[in-house]
């Protein structure tokens, strides 16, 4: 079959012009979606250079921020460092602190309540009853770096039906530029032996030993006079002191001061221990009891209990004073959460007594001791609660609380020796003149401010005592605390 030229060429023709189209679109669609990427592309970048810009300003203003805050703690810095008495900073350490920047002054507020329930045997002897054994408030003024003053009220002292009494413990000076020569003037504890150089919101028991308990050998825990005192070396500790020895809250009715001294040392310091205490030390004193009040007109003792008073002279001329000289040991030893405690104390008494002048001369001794051993049973150290001198603050490894703390545990036994017999023949009738007592406590110690103390105290006398019609030769005394200082 024969296919002319002219018809071939048309075949072509058609076919060729058939398929142009699809070409045609097909470019198109290429061309579209090119332009569509570049233009995604486009904003891509146009989006970026927004977010960097973003992040530009963002970055400028943290910075900004930061200046501020550090300009701000300066600002804080210079006013706490330059304060003339604004702002006023707070907190509590042991304590209501109150202070500016500058160390200027500081004002501590202080406080405690003690309160008791007494038990006793005989029944007859002395009634069960609840008692505020301390509530006290005070506080500690601080200034000019080398000044502070302390004042303390005592408003649980006697009373009769709904009048109470309000008496004033601590109310002194104090001057402390040198350490090892701090001056103290007002009314203030003269510091003799170690129970009674300790706080009672610390003492090992409700009540300190027969041995060193307000009575014969101390008629008063507080004086009024002059103390010098401080460390002499980081384990050398001392004070020496002269006061009116007329007691609290009296000003002297005679011309001779009480003068005393108290040194010790804690010998542990000369090792590489730092749970042990090795403390030794002695004290003196040399003055007299005035007897022309009427409050002071006899030597007298109570038991350790606080119970009844099993001892006593009395009879006095009232115009004539008593010597009283004491000289006392003291030793503690206390390795992780056993301590070891004793002292040791002799005091002599001179005077006259009778109905009239010049009456009977005596001079007579009192003799006194005790020791006793404590325990912590959940593991807190005494050497923690150590410094210059005195046991303080225990503060419990977990405290009590509504997670798994319980607070520390401590368990004590004391034996104490009172020996007056050398007044056998001038002691008030149906009196002792010796005496020993054991006491055993437990205490639970919830936090570092707040403590249970619960005491047995047997005290056994060398001839049975009559008191109030009653003959016996013990006293049995439960004693349970509740305490919350600050």
């Known amino acids: 079959m024969h296919i002319s030229h002219h018809f071939l060429r048309s075949i072509i023709a058609l076919s060729v012009t058939a398929a142009y189209p699809a070409t045609v679109l097909a470019l198109d669609d290429a061309e579209s979606r090119i332009r569509e990427l570049e233009n995604k592309v486009q904003q891509l970048i146009q989006q970026r250079a927004e977010q960097d810009q973003q992040l530009d300003i963002l970055t400028k203003e943290l910075v900004g921020l930061g200046n501020q805050v550090s300009q701000s703690k300066i600002v804080k810095s210079e006013e706490k460092g330059s304060s003339k008495g604004n702002p006023i900073y707070g907190g509590f350490k042991d304590g209501l602190v109150f202070e500016d920047g500058t160390g200027d002054w500081k004002l501590q507020l202080n406080g405690r309540v003690q309160a008791d329930y007494q038990n006793y045997r005989p029944d007859d002897w002395a009634n069960d009853t609840f008692s505020i054994r301390r509530a006290r408030f005070g506080g500690t003024f601080s200034f000019l770096k080398d000044f502070a003053v302390r004042v303390e009220g005592e408003y649980a002292n006697d009373n009769a039906g709904s009048k109470g009494t309000t008496a004033l413990t601590y109310g002194y000076l104090d001057f402390t530029r040198w350490s090892a020569a701090k001056i103290r003037v007002g009314q203030f504890k003269p510091l003799f032996g170690l129970e009674r150089a300790q706080s009672t919101n610390f003492t090992d028991f409700t009540e300190i030993s027969l041995a060193t308990s307000n009575g014969t050998v101390f008629n008063s825990t507080y004086d009024r006079g002059v103390m010098i005192h401080g460390d002499l070396l980081p384990w050398v500790n001392y004070n020496v002191y002269a006061v009116n020895g007329s007691g609290q809250n009296n000003d002297d009715a005679k011309d001779s001061k009480d003068i005393g001294a108290r040194l010790n040392a804690n010998l542990a310091k000369l090792t590489d221990s730092k749970s042990l205490v090795l403390h030794v030390g002695t004290s003196v004193s040399k003055g007299s009891i005035d007897f022309t009040t009427p409050t002071t007109k006899a030597i007298k003792q109570k ?42 104390i002799q005091a002599n008494f001179e005077g006259r007594r009778g109905a009239a002048a010049p009456g009977t001369a005596f001079d007579n001794d009192i003799k006194t001791w005790y020791a006793d051993i404590n325990w912590m049973l959940t593991g807190e150290q005494y050497a923690d609660a150590y410094k210059s001198g005195v046991f303080g603050r225990i503060k419990p490894n977990n405290n009590f609380d509504d997670k798994a703390g319980w607070g520390a545990f401590e ?27 054991w006491t055993a406590g437990a205490k639970w110690i919830f936090n570092p401010n ?35 200082d600050f």
């Not at 004073?321 to 030893?333: S, V």
């Not at 619960?454 to 006293?475: A, C, H, Q």
């Open 303 to 344: 038991t350790e209990g606080n119970g009844v008073e099993f001892f006593s002279v009395g009879n006095f001329i009232n115009t004539e004073k008593t010597d009283r000289n004491r000289f006392g040991l003291e030793t503690a030893f206390a390795y992780g959460p056993v301590k070891l405690q004793s002292e040791y």
């Open 411 to 437: 368990l004590g036994l004391r034996y104490s020796k009172f020996d007056a017999s050398d007044f056998e023949s001038i002691k008030v009738a149906n009196t002792a003149t010796k005496a020993d007592a």
């Open 450 to 484: 707040a403590r249970l103390v619960l005491n047995y105290v047997r005290t056994s006398f060398d001839s049975g005592i009559i008191v109030n019609g009653k003959r016996e030769d013990k006293e049995q005394a439960i004693n349970l605390r509740a305490q919350y």
